[in-house]
């Protein structure tokens, strides 16, 4: 759930979102200066396991990297241990391997444990809380001890309405959309075909689309326009479900949820720019 304090609402209708200021931005000031944000919060269900989530708010004062630290607003509800195998983790990918980092408990009885807690440190220094940061748009790997019950996180911050560019390694890249509601494949804020998307007549030679529902992946490639053939596929370019290659799919990928973009080993780096779904705030 997408909550947007004051004057800002946010109305959905089925399939169309529209962001609609009564009036101006929030201010804030920070030192001298003045920022307009648009600041909101999401509601995030945890389960025990590995959950994909979405990094798509960022501080109020600007920046677009977000606070491992400070992600959670609702720090009660996380699962603190002495180990990572005992916390909740988040996993942070990037391109090659994974950082990862875990809520270490408060122990204040014995001067040998961790005392600065509870905090998120990193598994490689787990001793003092980590400063570490996330670019927003990105997706991370949440993961919950399966001993642990199940819960929900809140994530809290400014909502950018700028267009978000993705950079796109070959390989395995996990990220999200850069804005706090849900995100078309087809017919989105993202123009795949301009945007370069590797398309092809099978998933392995396509750019693919993984999204971790808990327990699987569903499997999105994007499926190239073949129009010398009626047999093949004549309405791409245009993503599909591996399950149902033959129709552009109407999935959505889910408020708060990231992802792997995969792209074929042989194809060259490039980006996606994403266009904000949001209105931006009239001037005063």
């Known amino acids: 759930m997408l909550l947007l304090t004051e004057r ?13 200021f009564a009036d101006k931005a929030m201010c804030y000031f920070i030192g001298f200066f003045c920022i307009s944000a648009v600041v909101g919060y999401q509601t995030i269900d945890i389960n025990p396991g590995f959950n994909m989530i979405a990094f798509n708010f960022q501080p109020l004062d600007g ?5 491992i630290q400070d992600f959670v607003s609702n720090k009660d509800a996380l699962v603190a241990g002495t180990s990572a195998a005992s916390s ?4 942070v990918w990037d ?11 408060y122990k204040a009885k014995n001067p040998n444990m961790f005392t600065d807690g509870p905090a998120w440190v990193s598994t490689s220094a787990a001793s003092t809380p980590t400063t570490a940061t996330v670019p927003r748009g990105s997706g991370v790997w949440f993961a919950r001890p399966d001993s642990a019950s199940a819960g929900s996180i809140t994530v809290s911050g400014a909502i950018n309405a700028a267009s978000k560019t993705h950079n796109i390694a070959a390989g395995f890249n996990m990220i999200s959309s850069a804005f706090p509601v849900a995100m078309p494949l087809n017919n ?30 569903s499997v999105y490639f994007y499926r ?22 033959s129709t552009p799919t109407t999935d959505t990928i889910p408020a ?10 042989s194809s060259a780096a490039g980006t996606l720019v994403e266009t904000s779904p949001l209105a931006t705030p009239a001037a005063e």
């Not at 800002?8 to 609609?20: I, M």
Request: charged fraction near 15%; charge should be positive; hydrophobic fraction near 40%.
């Open 95 to 105: 391109g090659s391997k994974f950082s990862v980092y875990f809520y270490r408990a």
């Open 63 to 67: 920046t677009e990297n977000v606070s």
């Open 224 to 245: 190239a326009y073949k129009a010398k053939n009626p047999n093949m596929f004549t309405d791409g370019p245009a993503w599909v479900n591996t399950s149902a290659a």
């Open 256 to 265: 708060g949820k990231g992802f792997w973009y995969a792209r074929p080993s």
């Open 188 to 217: 989105g804020p993202i123009d795949w075909a301009t945007c370069g998307a590797v398309a092809g007549t099978s998933a392995a030679s396509s750019d693919q689309i993984q999204l971790w529902d808990g327990s699987k992946f």
């Open 88 to 91: 909740d983790q988040i996993q």
């Open 8 to 20: 800002h609402s946010l109305f959905l209708h089925f399939t169309t979102l529209l962001l609609h």
